[in-house]
């Protein structure tokens, strides 16, 4: 099975979305009140998932 990759794509998503963690941190913490280590994780987590969902979604464009 291959899934599709564009290193260059990846890259440049995976970026701009790091950029947005601090921006979902700091809305974690105006909801709640507070900021647990599971929240930070989750984010960590989230981060290159959601990369390579809008990787691929650009790729769907391109073709």
């Known amino acids: 099975?291959?899934?599709?990759?564009?290193?260059?794509?990846?890259?440049?998503?995976?970026?701009?979305?790091?950029?947005?963690?601090?921006?979902?941190?700091?809305?974690?913490?105006?909801?709640?009140?507070?900021l647990l280590i599971a929240d930070i994780v989750g984010v960590i987590i989230t981060v290159p998932i959601l990369s390579y969902l809008i990787h691929v979604i650009l790729l769907m464009r391109q073709e």
């Open 1 to 34: 099975m291959h899934f599709p990759f564009n290193r260059k794509v990846f890259d440049k998503v995976f970026w701009r979305v790091s950029l947005l963690a601090p921006v979902a941190w700091v809305a974690i913490y105006f909801i709640w009140g507070e």
